[in-house]
């Protein structure tokens, strides 16, 4: 049985929630300061579900959106809590996918070359992107072998070869 949607969580629930570790809710703590779980005895965090809604809305724009850190923290700044709250939830994302806020070069990926023609590492792939990367990895374990091979026998040729030129 789960909880309800009001209750409050555990950062070892949101973490699991969210697919994300534990450090890196800690993490987004330390970069968006909107973000305040509650505090009890011993440092133990409980998100509300509007810390956890916060952090969807942050999760998206980082994951599927493709905005830095520094962009997401623009975003807060001048649209607010709420939209990054809700851009989670509506097909297109932010502003309803008009684009708002990702032309600036402090706000998208890409914009300094940083993750340009890199999938997320969030992206899984289909099966047939699967069979296409086994056989790619087969191919370059092939290739390593024959470096390898060759380089040890190239070795071996070389001293043997400046042996005989001595003897």
Sequence with gaps: MGKAADAFRTISEVADELDVQKHVLRFWENKFPQLHPMKRGGGRRYYRPEDLDLLR???????????????????LREQGVDEVKRCWQRPGGLR???????????????????????????????????????????????????????????TNRRASGRARQRG
Excluded: F, W
């Excluded at 599927?64 to 997401?72: H, R």
């Excluded at 940083?114 to 087969?138: K, M, N, Q």
């Design 57 to 75: 809305g942050i999760q998206h724009l980082l994951r599927n959106e493709g905005y830095t850190i520094k962009g997401v923290q623009k975003i």
């Design 96 to 154: 309803g996918g008009t684009g708002e806020g990702k032309s600036t070069s402090a706000g998208r990926k890409g914009a300094r070359g940083e993750a340009r023609g890199r999938p997320h590492a969030s992206a899984v792939p289909d099966s047939a992107s699967r069979r296409v990367i086994a056989a790619a990895i087969r191919e370059l374990e092939v290739c390593r072998r024959v470096l390898t091979e060759s380089t040890a026998g190239g």
